[in-house]
């Protein structure tokens, strides 16, 4: 099977496009959301559904139109709906692992200002995530400690790659983010 030609113009591609979207959209509500598929996330804390699927091409779709808005240098703010799952599924889909994590154990917190916070575990088990309703303190007191507060946005857009750690208030140790940031799990 060949790959599909994608068209150049601008209007042929908004075609294009919208059509692959439609496309994938119908796929997903005939399959429903816990239909269970493949997925090109390995072992995390995010299932291996279809609801999963579309869960993750929202984000990508969101982070892509920032993007483009950063392009054509008029970047806007993700919705914060959109911005707090975000850092929802980026944590529990390309962060919580069974890979064991090659440092020294440490705890992350991620603390959104809109309200919404998040733990990381880091060990030799892996790394796993937990949603937490307000910024708490963790008890494990040999584990490296870090915390990253911004908005919703700006947390997932670090998380992404799309601005730099230093665009966020950082307490505690920054080496475990540049660790976290070089980390490929699995490899």
Do not use: N
């Not at 439609?22 to 996330?41: H, I, K």
């Not at 507060?149 to 799309?162: E, P, S």
């Amino acid at each position: 099977m060949s790959a599909p030609v994608v068209p150049r113009e601008r209007e042929a591609l908004l075609a294009w496009f919208t059509a692959s979207t439609r496309e994938l959209l119908d796929a997903l509500r005939e399959a429903g959301p816990d239909r269970g598929c493949w997925t090109w996330w390995g072992p995390s804390q995010s299932p291996q559904t279809t609801g999963a699927i579309a869960r993750h091409q929202l984000q990508q779709v969101a982070v892509h139109t920032y993007d483009a808005q950063v392009a054509v240098g008029d970047p806007q703010p993700l919705p914060v709906a959109v911005a707090l799952d975000g850092v929802d599924e980026f944590l529990t889909t390309c962060v919580a692992t069974t890979f064991p994590w090659p440092h020294e154990p440490a705890v992350v917190d991620y603390h959104a200002t809109e309200g919404r916070s998040w733990w990381i575990r880091f060990s030799t088990d892996g790394a796993s995530t937990a949603r937490l309703p307000v910024p708490v303190a963790t008890e494990d007191p040999a584990a490296t400690r870090a915390c990253a507060r911004g908005t919703a946005h700006d947390l997932v857009m670090f998380c992404y790659g799309r601005i730099a750690m230093d665009a966020l208030r950082l307490d505690g140790d920054r080496r475990v983010f540049e660790q976290l940031i070089a980390w490929e799990p699995g490899t």
